[in-house]
């Protein structure tokens, strides 16, 4: 398409990991295998926790949240993904390029959000547990749940339309899997300081409020949790924030570093988007399960 005298790019080639082609089948397999196991594992935990009205609570309630958004996390850029691995046709779209962007950020800022809704959800369990069913009721579960998908989709407009609004004129190669802001920053045919600047404190800042948060909220629990006399109740509450500890450094920690540093390629940022993207939603189903005694016991009755 011409504009004015500019060509206007209508696709992008997705370079994906490797030029090697044996390389790319590998990591055919290796997506492929995990992304189903990421699909049975969070299917697995959402019936599990519907069929048992044991864990019909507010922290299983969001614990089957997050595995929906870990299940959608993967199927936005995965499943293209494989196709690219194994064909010739690398090419996605414009607009499809764009609509991955979006979708991409705007279920990977939900998650953002909903991770440290858990941590608060731990902090009233733990630090002020004799009004924690008072506060955390079905009413305001439901609130802050949609508040993380509205704060989501919030994050990725803006996201969006700061990367759409920069012109594309060629070359249109990304070298990456998928779609994601930085990578379509590079290929704009003009000064792309302000969408840069918007980029980092768009993402960045979400990162780093969301962890500074989580922390704060950890800090508290863990001083509440070293009071208690017990043996058997500090190990319980450790347990129980051990799961979700885990799974919040996975998840931040490549986004803090690639979404906050001035912008520059390293030659990991693809792997660590790989580690973020489809590994953390990978581990996160074993991470609840195999640490949950009541998850585990619903399993087996589901089993049965």
Known sequence: MLLGN???????????????????????????????????????????????????????????????????????????????????????????????????????????????????DRYVAICNPLRYATIMNRQTCL???????????????????????????????????????????????SNTMISEIADRVNSGSLTVIAFLVVSISYGYIISTILKIRSVDGRRKAFSTCASHLLVVSLAFGPSVFIYTRPSVTFA??????????IVTPWLNPFIYTLRNEKVREAMKKLKR
Not at 152 to 179: D, K, M, R, V, Y
């Open 6 to 120: 500019e060509t206007r790019v209508t696709e992008f080639i997705l370079l994906g990991l490797s030029s090697n082609e044996n390389l790319q089948i590998v990591f055919f397999l290796l997506f492929l295998v995990m992304y189903l196991l990421t699909v049975a594992g969070n299917l697995l935990i959402l019936v599990t926790i519907y069929v048992d009205s044991q864990l019909h609570t507010p922290m299983y309630f969001f614990l089957s949240n997050l595995s929906f958004i870990d299940l959608s996390f993967s199927t936005v850029t995965v499943p293209k993904s494989l196709v690219t691995f194994i064909t010739q046709n690398k090419a996605i779209s414009f607009s499809n390029c764009f609509a991955q962007l979006f979708f991409f950020h705007f279920i990977g800022g939900t998650e953002c959000f909903h991770l440290t809704l858990m941590a608060y």
């Open 143 to 189: 609130l802050l749940v949609l508040s993380t998908w509205v704060g989501g989709f919030i994050h990725a407009f803006t996201q969006t339309l700061s990367t759409l609004q920069l012109p594309f004129c060629g070359p249109n190669e990304i070298n990456h899997f998928f779609c994601d802001s930085h990578p379509l920053t590079l290929l704009a045919c």
């Open 268 to 277: 990991g940022d693809k792997l660590l988007t790989v580690f973020y993207n």
